[in-house]
């Protein structure tokens, strides 16, 4: 069965930090891309951040670099998003997605088999 399951989300004032994390089962883990998305109300599904080519190369957002890392433990099939120097335009609700073996455009929602239930973020002015 495959699943990813996220966990770390809260409220925050701006300025704050937190940390986002995905366990997932094998087979999402070990997928070609796995990654962070996010959905505000009344907004499309936009790609935060999260890795392709097997682990081998990160991606992220302009409207995160340098506030966010996206990171990896593989002995606990998890990857974890930092988010630090929140602004309230990143509330949303955070998913986490895993390809399979193909995957050609890591931040497009298209390139992705599995998502988890996700993980409220609000940030306060």
């Known amino acids: 069965q495959v699943q990813l399951v996220e966990s770390g989300g809260g409220s925050v004032q701006a300025g704050g930090s937190l940390t986002l994390s995905c366990a997932a089962s094998?087979?999402?883990?070990?997928?070609?891309?796995m990654g962070w998305f996010r959905q505000a109300p009344g907004k499309e599904r936009e790609g935060v951040a999260g890795?392709?080519?097997?682990?081998?190369?990160?991606y992220y957002a302009d409207s995160v670099k340098g506030r966010f890392t996206v990171s990896r433990d593989n002995a606990k099939n998890t990857m974890y998003l930092q988010m630090n120097s929140l602004k309230p335009e990143d509330t949303a609700m955070y998913y986490c997605?895993?390809?399979?073996?193909?995957?050609?455009?890591?931040?497009?929602?298209?390139?992705?088999?599995?998502w988890g239930q996700g993980t409220q973020v609000t940030v306060s002015s």
């Open positions: 997605a895993a390809s399979g073996p193909g995957c050609r455009w890591p931040n497009s929602r298209s390139e992705y088999n599995y």
């Open positions: 094998e087979t999402a883990y070990m997928g070609n891309c």
């Open positions: 890795f392709y080519g097997f682990g081998r190369g990160t």
